[in-house]
């Protein structure tokens, strides 16, 4: 395998490469990016330093493409052969696995809410961006019962973002950059001229696509002002094949814009599910000239031209898997969404529209 594909885990400062198999899972919609490898012990001596929970470093090519911990060890004998299996996830298991502290607050903004949630539980790298993060919430309550995640994915979807940790273990609380040009082309054309992929899927869903979201919120009385209970927005897909209505009850929706915001999201979100395209590339990076050898990550723009599926469009990457190992070679899946209708509040701030049928008024 080239040096550039290579993929090195290294566990304690013992780094190793020579693998029967592996994974490695990047996604934007799932919480703890996980990884997988396997490897032989023909002297059948496991490391000391393999243990459950140890700090891990991934990386393909001498990037660094996660760090984490080892979730399970395990050893597998039979007739002939001895091989050790590691399964681990990136540093969002810990938020993931473990309650969130249970506090009530007033008047805290995102940065004081996610600081509260992640740094009990040993997160100290965080970066906050995009969006409007200083807005302030009138009431924040996390109950007995919620993960570390749970509050930390309430709390930025309030704010029209998402979380995910970066390949260097920083949690990042923002939005995609739709500004940003495309990294590469995906080309599949049926005379075969100039194509760059192995394969492509394109599925159409209408199961989760509304043709409107309204959304119902409420505020609690304060000693300034009284409560309301009759906060509401609707979100219309303009596009929507049929009727299809949905009501959602939000009692964190506290204010009209931020009623406004989840009825856009909610909408959104069954748009994206609506279309999803997967295509698989050789290697785990770029090849043409615009890529300039970059690795494949989540979060890139990507222009897809497929005579097949008479598409000529770009897309936005929500998740990567590379694989490989001995017997076969670096591959990577990509998960391709519609542009600009992830996290739409984001976007639209990007000062450019999501090029979609999405319209929102509020309803009083």
């Not at 243990?51 to 395990?74: C, I, K, M, N, Y």
């Not at 054309?189 to 119902?216: F, H, I, P, W």
Request: charged share 25%; hydrophobic share 35%.
């Amino acid at each position: 395998m080239p040096s550039e594909q290579r993929v090195s885990v290294t566990i304690a400062g013992r780094g190793h490469t020579d693998w029967l198999t592996y994974e490695i899972e990047s996604d934007l919609m799932t919480p703890a990016d996980g990884w997988h490898v396997t490897l032989g012990l023909p002297d059948g001596k496991l490391p000391r330093e393999v243990t459950p929970w140890a700090r891990v470093h991934v990386a393909v090519g001498g990037q660094t493409v996660l760090q984490g911990r080892v979730d399970s060890v395990e050893q597998r004998v039979s007739k002939g052969e001895h091989t050790l299996a590691l399964t681990g996830r990136d540093d969002a298991a810990v938020l993931v696995d473990c309650s969130a502290p249970l506090f009530v607050a007033r008047e805290v903004t995102l940065t004081d809410i996610v600081s509260t949630i992640v740094r009990p539980l040993g997160i100290a790298k965080v970066r906050i961006g995009g969006g409007s993060f200083s807005d302030r919430r009138e009431k924040i309550t996390v109950e007995p019962g919620m993960t570390a995640w749970d509050a930390l994915q309430r709390a930025a979807e309030a704010n029209g973002m998402w979380p995910w940790f970066s390949p260097d273990g920083t949690l990042i609380v923002s939005g995609p950059d739709y500004a940003a040009p495309p990294v590469a082309d995906l080309i599949l054309r049926r005379d075969g001229k100039g194509n760059n992929v192995t394969g492509m899927s394109v599925r159409r869903d209408m199961a989760e696509r509304y043709s409107t979201v309204t959304v119902l919120g409420q505020t609690h009385g304060t000693e300034g002002a009284d409560g309301q209970h009759n906060l509401r927005a609707q979100a219309t897909d303009t596009g929507a094949a049929a009727y299809r209505p949905r009501i959602v009850v939000e009692p964190e929706c506290d204010t009209q814009p931020l009623a406004a915001r989840r009825a856009r999201k909610l909408l959104a979100d069954g748009m994206c599910a609506g279309l999803t395209i997967t295509a698989t590339v050789r290697g785990h990076r770029i090849a043409d000239s615009a890529g300039k050898g970059l690795l494949w990550q989540p979060g890139q723009r990507v222009r897809v031209c497929s005579e097949p599926h008479h598409i000529d469009d770009v897309f936005f990457c929500t998740a990567r898997t590379f694989t490989g190992g001995k017997e076969r070679g670096s591959v990577t899946e990509l998960t391709l969404k519609p542009d600009g209708l992830w996290l739409p509040d984001t976007g639209l701030r990007n000062g450019r529209t999501t090029g979609q049928a999405l319209q929102v008024v509020d309803i009083w």
